[in-house]
């Protein structure tokens, strides 16, 4: 009972994988959600001083849709990953916070907190939170929210698996609220004593209270969901 479970979608860190393979860490990963492309009300973000992407899916989503920024529309990423892909995809600068990848982390930023009579736009997915919008409207800003895909729930095709990790699993990371609350409603009654027993790697303080079951001391918060910070996580774990 020494595995590594992996609460996130498949494919979306691909170093970190690398990494367990190369440490010779056994895992498994596991994705309760499936992503849907949704067709935005808007392409043309013409008189919008800003953007906020809420994800790496919402850039890909958007480009997917075919959505067009003037030169002239700053962005902003809750992450380093998300902002990095912005960046690569729309060729220009895109700022997120340096340490508490989170929104509220972002919201610290200077550039974010003199927003009064701006036009911003959150590029999301359908629902998540409403922290980051409410904020900036408080602030001043007229906020639209362009909503480019939605997640939907990914039931086990093999029920018998979760045998296999109450078998083998003595840690569990996850990185989204939803797929957590996807993944232990897959779960039969009696799972209630192996959580117990794991330990627990998330992103944040936020989604650490959100487990049940389990100790302060079983929960380690990385303060991101960064690939690094997850890779880090995980060798200060002992691997």
């Known amino acids: 009972m020494n595995k590594l479970l992996l609460i996130q979608p498949l494919g979306s860190r691909p170093r970190l994988l690398q990494r367990l393979q190369a440490a010779d860490v056994p895992y498994f990963e596991q994705s309760f959600i499936d992503i849907q492309a949704l067709r935005p009300a808007v392409t043309h973000l013409t008189t919008t001083d800003a953007v906020i992407w809420i994800s790496k899916n919402a850039v890909k989503y958007a480009l997917e849709a075919g959505l067009k920024l003037p030169r ?30 989170s929104s509220e982390g972002l919201l610290k930023l200077p550039q974010l907190t003199d ?15 409403e922290l980051l919008a409410d904020s900036l409207v408080a602030r001043g800003a007229s906020v639209r929210s362009l909503e480019v895909y939605q997640r939907v729930k990914k039931p086990l095709s093999d029920a018998g698996v979760v045998q296999d990790w109450m078998q083998q699993v003595n840690r569990i990371m996850v990185s989204s609220a939803e797929q957590l609350a996807y993944f232990l409603s897959e779960l039969p009654p009696h799972a209630d004593a192996w959580l117990r027993t794991c330990h627990w790697i998330v992103p944040s303080e936020r989604l650490s209270l959100l487990i049940p079951f389990v100790q302060d001391d079983a929960v380690t918060v990385t303060q991101s969901a960064s690939e690094n910070a997850m890779i880090n996580a995980l060798l200060e774990d002992g691997n």
Do not use: D, N, S
């Open 72 to 101: 002239q529309v700053a962005m902003y990423a809750v992450g380093p990953a998300t902002a990095q892909y912005a960046c690569q995809q729309f060729k220009r600068p895109c700022q997120c916070p340096t340490f508490e990848h």
């Open 115 to 129: 927003v009064e009579a701006q036009q911003w736009c959150l590029i999301k997915g359908k629902g998540g939170r």
